[in-house]
Structures are given as structure tokens and as C-alpha cells.
């Protein structure tokens, strides 16, 4: 009796310390906690990752809906189906340069062939884009046609060669690189570089950088860079321009731009000027009419006065094909 005693006042201690830890909650310790954190922050992450995609697909539906309605290269390059854009224009200059224009550009796939194999339609200046038209000089309207075959194409790169008669005429033949992504929420990066070669011209090569940034849902802002250097060209013949772009409706749209343009040998700023443009669907989806007045400041040739022009541009243009791009 006396040793069950003993035993008992030894055990005692040991039962009230292991009652008072069963009633202490337990200590999470530093894995679980650390557990905590990292799903605390991967939520935040996602959400982050979330409004991000968000924003830059706003972007890019932004300035995909822009280059389809305002009939601009990436539209051409980047369709996935035919597509052909019929564009005649008049120009009215007071300085008595006014003209008809007729210009044609766009794409034709020939599956038969090759699903990677396309017929295209080039403008005068080497590509589909017309952002650095300048209304206040001379062209006569040329265009390439050929053979595009897309050697690869990746979620934001593609390479493609071409095989062409420019007019003169004249082969040509091209390989041309492009790499477009957004970054920062709301904008876009648009890269490209083409090397050519054109029959009784040489070799050279064509240098664009564009940066996309949208103010809203309905509202972009475009910087467009152009480069060209060849053995028939003047050194560098570069191109900038800004542009400022709202959408009003589905069926309309306005952009205020401004652009220079140079040359570095002999080295000179060629033009430079401002305009504005409006632009709506007439009648029908495929069917758009743009009217677009604008002020040049341009030298013919180097030490020659800087003269001041207003013209005004009208166009008409037919789409076919794809018709997402016109809704």
C-alpha cells in the first residue's frame, strides 16, 4: 500500500503536466506557417496574373480591332484566312499634285498547295502597312506580288520567305522575321526585321519597332518606326510616327497623328507634318470610307526652302475576306 502510494505522488506531477499541454493549442510551428504564406501569396499572384491577362488582352483586342478597321499591315500579316483590301483614293493638294490612287494589297492561301503557302499583295513600300504613306510626296503606285512561305510560326514570333516581281519588273526576294508581345500591363511591343534582295537594286534591309499602349478600352495610343537601308536607297531612310486613336462605335473611329520623316546621306529631314483622319463602315460590313485632311512642312532636296502644303485625302475601300475584321 505504502509503495502504491509513492508511485502515485510520482505520477501525479507527470498527469497534471500532460492535462495542462492537452488544453494549450498547438503551435503551428514554422513549416505550417510558412505553409500560410505561400498560399497568401500565390492567391495574391493569381490575382495579379489574372488583371494582367486581362489588361493585355484588352490591348491586344484594342489594337487588333485598330489595325483591322484602319486597314493596317498587322491585320494582313497576321490573318489566319484571305484576305484582300481594294483602296481607291483621291488626293487634293494645294500645290496642284492632286491624283487618283489605286492600290491593292492583301493575302490568298492556297491550301491545295500548302497550308503554309500564300499568294500576297505588297504595297510600294516593301510591305502591306501604310502608316508611313507621306500624302505630301510623289509615288507612282507600285506593288510587289508573290509567293509567302511561313517557315515558322510560334505564340509570338513567325518567319516567312518570299519570292516576288516588283514592278519594273523586277524580282524580289525576302525573309522576314517578326515578334510581337505584350508587356506592362497595357502595351504592346511589335518587332520586325527583313532582309532582301531586289533584281538591279541590290540587297538591303527593312527595320520596324511599333509600341502599342492603351489609355482605355476604347482608346490607343501607337508610336510606329520605320528604317530602310539599301544599295539604291539615300543612307538610312527612316520614319516615326505617333498616333492617337479612339473608337467611337463598332461602326466608326478618328485618329490625330503626327510623322517625320529623313534621310541619312546627304543627311536631312525630308518632311514632317500633322493630320487627322475619320473613318466609317458605309452600307456594309466589307465596306469603310475615310476622309483624311493633313499639313506638310517638306523639302524636295537638301538646301531647297521648307515648304508648307495642305491636302485632304478621300478614300473608298473594299475588304474581302475575314470578316471579323470589318464587324
Known amino acids: ?194 532582309l532582301f534582295w531586289i533584281g538591279g537594286d541590290g540587297v538591303g534591309t527593312l527595320s520596324r519597332i511599333d509600341l502599342d499602349h492603351s489609355l482605355d478600352k476604347n482608346t490607343l495610343i501607337r508610336w510606329a518606326n520605320k528604317a530602310e537601308y539599301s544599295q539604291e536607297s539615300n543612307g538610312v531612310e527612316w520614319s516615326s510616327r505617333l498616333a492617337w486613336i479612339k473608337r467611337i462605335n463598332d461602326k466608326s473611329a478618328v485618329r490625330v497623328f503626327s510623322y517625320i520623316q529623313g534621310e541619312t546621306d546627304p543627311r536631312y529631314l525630308k518632311s514632317r507634318g500633322v493630320g487627322t483622319s475619320y473613318r466609317r463602315k458605309w452600307f456594309r460590313r466589307w465596306l469603310f470610307w475615310e476622309l483624311e485632311p493633313n499639313y506638310q512642312w517638306r523639302k524636295s532636296e537638301p538646301g531647297a526652302n521648307r515648304d508648307g502644303v495642305f491636302s485632304i485625302q478621300a478614300r473608298v475601300e473594299l475588304v474581302l475576306g475575314q470578316r471579323e475584321l470589318a464587324d
Open 1 to 194: 500500500m505504502r509503495l502504491r502510494r509513492k508511485q502515485l505522488k510520482k505520477l501525479l506531477p507527470v498527469l497534471l503536466a500532460a492535462g495542462v499541454q492537452a488544453q494549450e493549442p498547438p503551435n503551428p510551428g514554422p513549416a505550417a506557417s510558412t505553409t500560410e504564406d505561400a498560399q497568401t501569396v500565390e492567391r495574391d499572384s493569381t490575382w495579379v496574373d489574372r488583371r494582367y491577362d486581362q489588361i493585355s488582352e484588352r490591348t491586344d483586342r484594342l489594337a487588333a480591332w485598330v489595325d483591322g478597321f484602319f486597314s493596317q499591315s498587322r491585320s494582313v500579316e497576321e490573318s489566319a484566312s484571305s484576305l484582300i483590301r481594294i483602296r481607291p483614293q483621291y488626293e487634293w493638294s494645294e500645290d496642284d499634285s492632286s491624283d487618283w490612287k489605286l492600290r491593292v494589297t492583301g493575302r490568298l492561301y492556297l491550301p491545295a498547295a500548302s497550308d503554309r503557302l500564300s499568294l500576297v499583295f505588297i504595297g510600294e513600300n516593301g510591305d502591306f502597312d501604310e502608316d508611313f504613306d507621306d500624302p505630301g510626296l510623289a509615288s507612282d503606285g507600285s506593288s510587289t506580288v508573290g509567293l509567302e512561305y511561313r517557315v515558322s510560326d510560334r505564340e509570338y514570333s513567325r518567319v516567312d520567305l518570299t519570292l516576288g516581281l516588283k514592278a519594273g519588273p523586277k524580282g524580289k526576294i525576302g525573309t522576314r522575321y517578326r515578334y510581337q508581345k505584350p508587356f506592362w500591363d497595357s502595351n504592346r511591343f511589335r518587332f520586325s526585321e527583313e
